[in-house]
């Protein structure tokens, strides 16, 4: 089986460093140039650190443990795993589901990821981009809506465990 990584890296650990907003209508959409759909379980959370396996459209599978370093930056350490034992993983999540398809959009240089949310949390669409150093500046696209880089409401893991953030529904 030949898998493709998600992050380019020079090992299993990379630092990954990346703003995140709220997506604002839908002009990104021309602009999409592949996509995939994902289905993340998380297995274990404790504060700034996660384990999660993750599907990529049912062929392939990775276990990924972020640790947090800042607001911005994570160290992410990530492996393939067989599918069948992704699929074992994510049973035994406790429902801690995320499922969504990913959207690429390169732009100056910068790889968006948007996400599109479905089940519990459908109507949700987030982009992240990630950068080589928490000072780089990419040009923001006009899709974009609110920052929430840094607020722990809007994780992955949280949306996984707690759903829309309070007071929040699209």
Same mark, same amino acid.
């Given at each position: 089986?030949?898998?493709?990584?998600?992050?380019?890296?020079?090992?299993?650990?990379?630092?990954?460093?990346?703003?995140?907003?709220?997506?604002?209508?839908?002009?990104?959409?021309?602009?999409?140039?592949?996509?995939?759909?994902?289905?993340?379980?998380?297995?274990?959370?404790?504060?700034?650190?996660?384990?999660?396996?993750?599907?990529? !459209?049912?062929? /392939?599978?990775? &276990?990924?443990?972020?640790?947090?370093?800042?607001?911005?930056?994570?160290? +992410?350490? =990530?492996? @393939?795993?067989?599918?069948?034992?992704?699929?074992?993983?994510?049973?035994?999540?406790?429902?801690?589901?995320?499922?969504?398809?990913?959207?690429?959009?390169?732009?100056?240089?910068?790889?968006?990821?948007? !996400?599109?949310? /479905?089940?519990? &949390?459908?109507?949700?669409?987030?982009?992240?981009?990630?950068?080589?150093? +928490?000072? =780089?500046? @990419?040009?923001?696209?006009?899709?974009?809506?609110?920052?929430?880089?840094?607020?722990?409401?809007?994780?992955?893991?949280?949306?996984?465990?707690?759903?829309?953030?309070?007071?929040?529904?699209?």
């Amino acid at each position: 089986m030949h898998v493709t990584p998600l992050l380019v890296n020079n090992g299993p650990m990379a630092k990954e460093i990346e703003r995140k907003f709220l997506v604002a209508g839908n002009a990104w959409r021309d602009a999409a140039q592949s996509s995939r759909t994902l289905l993340q379980a998380y297995l274990a959370i404790d504060g700034e650190t996660s384990a999660r396996v993750r599907i990529l !459209d049912g062929e /392939e599978a990775w &276990l990924t443990v972020k640790l947090g370093v800042s607001e911005m930056t994570r160290d +992410e350490f =990530e492996y @393939p795993v067989p599918l069948d034992d992704a699929r074992t993983m994510v049973e035994a999540s406790r429902g801690r589901v995320i499922e969504k398809t990913r959207h690429i959009i390169k732009s100056d240089g910068y790889v968006w990821e948007v !996400d599109v949310f /479905e089940g519990a &949390l459908a109507g949700l669409v987030m982009a992240e981009v990630e950068m080589g150093a +928490e000072d =780089e500046t @990419p040009a923001l696209p006009s899709w974009l809506g609110r920052e929430v880089t840094g607020d722990p409401a809007w994780t992955n893991a949280a949306l996984a465990t707690e759903g829309w953030p309070e007071g929040i529904h699209l």
